[in-house]
């Protein structure tokens, strides 16, 4: 008992820490039932972030249990039956894939991405290269960095052979690219205890 409940708090606070995770998933998804998996790329405004961001769940997957076709393989077979990796897929292609990829799921995910400017203070000691990057301001001017936010993120678990949504999970509110292994984290943490 006392077990479980750390493990409920310690869940808790990676998911405080991340950002929290909303999760639904329906009574009927086990992983016995649907042990076997793929991960398409996910969908949103950036390719390259979107096939990122599916590689990064593959081994939290792995860790709750389930059995991730590799994603080269995945790509060979899609690609031999003129399917695509892309994230945007409807009931037909995903039976398509769940028969030639031998998966009882997918795996779809969507992202919004941004870039936002934010101040920096600037390092006080530096020499020659510090100049450069100051390109002439002044030590104490704040230098502008950019950062990548991802204002949502949804994951969905479906059904290969009726496109049944098994489980659905988004990010509640914006994440920092830096923040991305604690959505992850919860995320995992989140489906660990929904099989429990």
């Known amino acids: ?94 039976q398509r894939i769940g028969r030639v990829a031998g998966v009882n799921a997918v795996v779809l995910g969507n992202f919004h991405m941004i870039h936002r400017k934010n101040q920096q203070e600037p390092a006080r000691r530096g020499g020659l290269i510090r100049r450069i990057i100051n390109k002439g301001r002044a030590w104490n001017d704040p230098i502008p960095i950019e950062e990548i936010i991802f204002q949502t993120i949804t994951v969905r678990i479906v059904d290969a052979a009726t496109g049944k949504v098994l489980l659905s999970s988004k990010s509640d509110h914006e994440i920092r690219e830096a923040d991305l292994d604690k959505f992850y984290e919860s995320f995992s943490a989140s489906i660990k205890n929904s099989f429990k």
């Open 1 to 94: 008992m006392k077990k479980q409940l750390a493990v409920m708090v310690m869940a808790l606070v990676m998911m405080g820490c991340a950002g929290s995770v909303t999760m639904v998933r329906d009574k009927s998804f086990t992983l016995e039932k649907y042990k076997k998996i793929a991960v398409m790329d996910f969908a949103g405004n950036d390719k390259e972030a979107g096939a990122a961001l599916s590689e990064s769940l593959v081994p939290l997957l792995m860790d709750a249990g389930f059995e991730v076709i590799e994603r080269s393989q995945l790509a060979a077979i899609l690609k031999e039956k003129e399917l695509d990796m892309s994230g945007t897929v409807d009931a037909e292609a995903l």
